[in-house]
T-cell receptor, first 113, second 115 residues
Framework: KAGVTQTPRYLIKTRGQQVTLSCSPI?????VSWYQQTPGQGLQFLFE???????NKGNFPGRFSGRQFSNSRSEMNVSTLELGDSALYLC????????????FGQGTRLTVV | GNSVTQMEGPVTLSEEAFLTINCTYT??????LFWYVQYPGEGLQLLLK?????DKGSNKGFEATYRKETTSFHLEKGSVQVSDSAVYFC??????????????FGQGTELSVKP
């Protein structure tokens, strides 16, 4: 069974630009969650999509958005990039049922210069 | 709201030493509890899980027991190896159906094992 695939692995962007990250979940999983990981703030929940609908949302500004397609693949978009958006962005795939584990991709390392 | 607190790192041990990483949680109801491990430059890997009180999760020599009375899920290993050097995260799951995909993480504990 293929794991969670995130693309690209690395990105360098300039302040003010926008970026789109992609995540393909494990086959059969309907839930995709996104997390931001930084040395200062640790792992912070961005949002979760389940069956193409945003089901949960963390405390991030509206510049952070996402969507999920009918095949459960998800994209995350960040507009008007700031230096503080530099982070490892992790995607997690799960069945979406309560009390189930999530499986993570290797992440996308975003650097904003 | 629900939260997870882990002991602060870094933790430095010699090879074959005993490991304990403390984790306590605050939650309403009965969440599942997890330990994840992150190696440098990688995403998170599920290490073990426990879904109800008194359950013991185990994998690769690591163990953790879901203690509802002390709201704890401490990670232990009897004899660590250099290859266990990584960051360890304690996490709890959403309890209700519509919170199922969301995990709440502790701040992570860095473990360094010296030969």
């Amino acid at each position: 069974k293929a794991g969670v695939t995130q693309t690209p692995r690395y990105l360098i962007k300039t302040r003010g630009q926008q970026v789109t990250l992609s995540c393909s979940p494990i086959s059969g999983h309907r839930s995709v969650s996104w997390y931001q990981q930084t040395p200062g703030q640790g792992l912070q929940f961005l949002f979760e999509y389940f069956s193409e609908t945003q089901r949960n949302k963390g405390n991030f500004p509206g510049r952070f958005s996402g969507r999920q397609f009918s095949n459960s693949r998800s994209e995350m978009n960040v507009s008007t990039l700031e230096l503080g958006d530099s982070a490892l962005y992790l995607c997690a795939s799960s069945s979406g049922q309560k009390n189930t584990e999530a499986f993570f991709g290797q992440g996308t390392r975003l650097t904003v210069v | 709201g629900n939260s997870v607190t882990q002991m602060e790192g870094p933790v430095t041990l010699s090879e074959e030493a005993f490991l304990t990483i403390n984790c306590t949680y605050t939650a309403t109801g009965y969440p599942s509890l997890f330990w994840y491990v992150q190696y440098p430059g990688e995403g998170l890997q599920l290490l073990l899980k426990a879904t109800k009180a008194d359950d013991k999760g185990s994998n690769k020599g690591f163990e953790a027991t879901y203690r509802k009375e002390t709201t704890s899920f401490h990670l232990e290993k009897g004899s660590v190896q250099v290859s266990d050097s990584a960051v360890y995260f304690c996490a709890l799951s959403g309890e209700s159906g519509n919170q199922g995909g969301k995990l709440i993480f502790g701040q992570g504990t860095e473990l360094s094992v010296k030969p």
